[in-house]
């Protein structure tokens, strides 16, 4: 899962939300440096990820990717993954996904001493270029699959993801449709316990 994902996994908790958002910059045991609530949300967002990566529909997602993308597989059906919830964000939300956004924004800059370094550089960039709500448009997520394929050290081809979401599309969608509600059950039962 990317952003999108984990930020709306999070409920309503906003330091459980700003842990799952900036878990990715917090190494290590590094975590132990923030307040509780963050670092519930940083736990959270690890195990999200184990989850994601382990189960056998994302796996599935993943096979037809492998051969050109090898382990960038699983980080392009994230982003493939956080297109579709938003594309069809009514449909987990009861706010459209513009207030959704907006009100995101607003909490993440209420809290930007709470980021780590690299995400309080990189957050204004995405509130202007407003990543998440791009995320619902083929356009929006092929600028983000650019930008990324332009940030990673490796030769990773990103850049070329578009055509294959867009090849396989009704299986992509397919195969979120059957795994967000499964995820969401697994993050409802990991919050309580």
């Known amino acids: 899962m990317n952003f999108l994902a984990h930020i709306y996994l999070s409920g309503d908790n906003e330091e459980l939300m700003i842990g799952n958002f900036v878990a990715d910059y917090v190494k290590g045991n590094k ?30 997602s993943k096979d037809p990717l492998r051969g050109k993308y090898r382990h960038y597989s699983g980080v392009l059906v994230d982003l493939f993954y956080d297109h579709f919830l938003a594309k069809n964000f009514p449909d987990y939300s009861t706010l459209n996904l513009t207030d959704y956004t907006l009100i995101t924004y607003e909490k993440l800059s209420r809290r930007k001493s709470d980021l780590p370094d690299g995400v ?8 202007e270029r407003n990543w998440l709500l791009s995320y619902a448009s083929l356009e929006g997520i ?52």
Not at 159 to 173: M, Q, R, S, V
């Open 142 to 193: 092929n600028r983000v699959m650019t930008g990324l394929s332009k940030r990673v050290n490796f030769e990773n081809r990103m850049d070329e993801a578009i055509h294959d979401l867009k090849t396989g599309y009704p299986a992509f969608e397919a195969d979120f449709s059957e795994f967000f509600p499964e995820l969401i059950t697994f993050v409802q039962q990991e919050i309580h316990q």
């Open 31 to 60: 975590m132990y440096d923030y307040p509780e609530g963050i670092r519930k949300g940083i736990e959270l967002h690890r195990k999200i990820d184990f989850f994601t990566d382990h189960h056998s529909i994302t796996s599935r």
């Open 120 to 127: 309080q550089h990189f957050l204004p960039i995405m509130i």
